[in-house]
Every structure is written in structure tokens, then in C-alpha cells.
């Protein structure tokens, strides 16, 4: 049962809104701020008033139920609205609860993935570059623009690790389901007995950091300048272009070197500092309002296996919520990782939802 004092927010804010943004005395970030609370209100408004109207509705039925006096048929009548009353109304309240559910702040926030190489040698890379595929395509699919970071190629034409950014609307509130170990198995290229090999890559999805979000003092950098160098070692830059960043406090280094330039390198090395560092702080809090981590289906944390990925048996299964695909090349083609995502955001509201007082 939702408390009518909330319900009754919900609608006085709508009212509000209405009234202020009809005046437009704003800047324009104010007013588009605005503008989408009041979008997001309208989708819940009407929901919100027939569901302060049901014991009201609901009194009005009960009391032609019970008078003896009507004729049988204005009683079945009664009795049917009702219960179809009672079913919308349980149709408003879930609505209203997700409505209410505490909203993460950083999703719709641009975001940064990293993909790295785990366990599993070459395989590893391999799938690296399968897992960067996957995504390429479903930010095609979604609209979302890709920046590449860094990238580390393998002997194997795979990478070690790939580093990129994703820029568009709701980017983390779709991507942070993604972090995590990735587990394959398949037979490598490379193995002439056709055994099954198993591999992993890590994951983590970062909401990009603004300067407001995370205050960075230049003393607690130290900031190393060499030359770049490509896969053996060989030099590719003959000017100290290439940059790495130590966060002196929390030990945190990032280097950078794709660019020709020293000025790119460390734009982009500080981009990613900022965002692990968020990330970090995030983690903290996350770990303090929770003890049970495992029940955070999009908590970000990577640490622990999410996804396993079967080749010879052609399915997917995400292990935090036991559901499984039997369509894998559809699956890394970015085809269906929609039902995937829309099934662990459904479970993870769900748990949400039992939390919610």
C-alpha cells in the first residue's frame, strides 16, 4: 500500500510544474531541467489520480453491492466494475512504485566501458575483441556514439584491452548491467584436440565524472611524460607524447598514448582517472547501504562471474538472475541483447521494489 500523502505529491508537483514552465521565467538549462521532470511526471500523472480516486469508486460500488433494493443485473454490473477496479488499481500502485523507487543519479550520465583480457592467454584477446564487437553494435542500434580511449592489441589479432566512450541519452542506466566477469567457452582456434577452453574478460562500465562530480588537487598527481611505444615495443613516437597519471591518495594510475599528442594523452588519462575515482567513492557507498551485494544486480561491481558465453552450445546465460539464450551469434551481433538487459532490469526493480517502504 502506497502512502496517499505520496500520491498526493506526485500530483501537487505535476500542478506546480505546469504552472511554472506555462510562464517560462527560466534559462534554458533550467527550464529543459524542468521540462523533464514534467515529461516524466505526465507518464505517471494519470495513474496517480485514479488510484487516489479507487476508495472513493470503490465505496460508491460497495454501497449499490450491498443495497438489496437494487435489481440483480445493477449488482452483477457492480460487482464486475469492481473487480476490474481492483485489478487497475493494482496496475497503478506497481506503476507508482517505480515511480518512486530511488532514482541513481548516474543514469543518464555518458559513460566509459573498459574490457580487459582475463584468464586464458590469447583466447582471452580474442574475446576482448568479440565483447567490443557485441557493443559496437548495440550502441549502433541504440544511437549512441563511440569514442575509442585506447586500445591494446594481442599477438593473436585480438586486444588486451580496449578502452572507449559512449555518448547518448540513458547510456549507464542500460550499460551498468554489463560489469562484471564475462566467462567464454569454445574451442580455440589454436587447439588441434577440439577441447573446450574456458577464457574471461572483465568488464566495468563508468559513469562519466564531471569536474563537479569528482574534485581532483593537482598536488595529489604525479603526472610521467615518455615516449609511446606499439605491441614489442617498438617505438611509434619519437616525442615524450605519452602520459601517465598516478592518483597519489588512492594509488590509482592510468596511462595514456594513443594520441600524438602530449595535451590528448593526458585530456583523456585524466578522464578516465575521474571516472574510476567516481566510481570508487560510489562503490563505498554502495558497500555501506548494502551488505548484500550479491542482491545489487546493477551495482557495478566486476569482481565476481555474470555471464557465461557457450559456444558449443550455442546459449548465453547471465548467472545473476538464472536466465539463459539459446542464441548466441544473435546475442553478439547486439540482435537480442535487449531481452537480456530488459530481463535483469525487471529483476533488479523487482528487488528494489520489496526494499521499497
Not at 303 to 308: G, H, P, V
Not at 316 to 341: A, C, Q, V, Y
Request: charge should be positive; aromatic fraction near 6%; glycine fraction near 6%.
Amino acid at each position: 500500500m502506497i502512502p496517499i500523502k505520496k500520491v498526493e505529491k506526485i500530483i501537487e508537483r505535476y500542478n506546480s510544474l505546469e504552472k511554472e514552465l506555462s510562464s517560462g521565467k527560466f534559462d534554458s538549462k533550467l527550464f529543459a531541467q524542468k521540462s523533464k521532470e514534467y515529461s516524466d511526471l505526465k507518464d505517471i500523472i494519470n495513474p496517480a489520480k485514479e488510484y487516489l480516486n479507487f476508495e472513493k469508486n470503490k465505496k460508491d460500488l460497495s454501497n449499490l453491492i450491498d443495497d438489496k433494493t437494487n435489481d440483480k443485473e445493477m449488482i452483477l454490473l457492480a460487482q464486475k466494475e469492481l473487480e476490474t477496479a481492483e485489478v487497475t488499481k493494482a496496475n497503478h500502485e506497481k506503476k507508482l512504485k517505480i515511480f518512486l523507487l530511488p532514482k541513481d543519479k548516474d543514469d543518464e550520465k555518458n559513460t566509459i566501458v573498459e574490457i580487459r583480457a582475463g584468464t586464458g592467454g590469447l583466447e582471452a584477446t580474442l574475446f576482448v575483441a568479440d565483447l567490443f564487437r557485441m557493443y559496437e553494435k548495440v550502441c549502433s542500434k541504440k544511437g549512441w556514439t563511440i569514442e575509442i580511449i585506447s586500445i591494446s592489441k594481442s599477438e593473436a589479432g585480438g586486444f588486451k584491452e580496449v578502452i572507449f566512450s559512449v555518448k547518448g541519452d540513458n547510456i549507464y542506466s542500460y550499460l551498468k548491467y554489463e560489469s562484471g566477469v564475462h566467462r567464454v567457452q569454445r574451442v580455440p582456434t589454436t587447439e588441434t584436440q577440439g577441447r573446450v577452453h574456458t577464457s574471461a574478460a572483465t568488464v566495468a562500465i563508468l559513469p562519466e565524472a564531471e569536474d563537479v562530480d569528482v574534485k581532483i588537487n593537482d598536488s595529489d598527481l604525479r603526472i610521467d611524460v615518455f615516449k609511446s611505444s606499439g605491441p614489442g615495443g617498438q617505438s611509434v613516437n619519437t616525442t615524450d607524447s605519452a602520459v601517465r597519471i598516478t592518483h597519489i591518495p588512492s594509488g590509482i594510475i592510468v596511462t595514456q598514448q594513443d594520441e600524438k599528442s602530449q595535451h590528448k594523452n593526458k585530456s583523456k588519462a585524466l578522464k578516465i582517472l575521474r571516472a574510476r575515482l567516481y566510481e570508487s567513492e560510489k562503490l563505498k557507498k554502495e558497500k555501506k547501504r548494502s551488505s548484500d551485494r550479491r542482491s545489487q544486480i546493477g551495482s557495478g561491481d566486476r569482481s565476481e562471474r555474470i555471464r557465461t558465453y557457450n559456444f558449443p552450445q550455442g546459449r548465453i546465460t547471465d548467472h545473476r538472475i538464472n536466465f539463459t539464450l539459446h542464441k548466441l551469434d544473435e546475442f553478439l551481433s547486439g540482435e537480442i541483447h535487449e531481452e537480456m538487459n530488459e530481463n535483469l532490469r525487471l529483476k533488479d526493480q523487482d528487488l528494489k521494489l520489496k526494499n521499497l517502504t
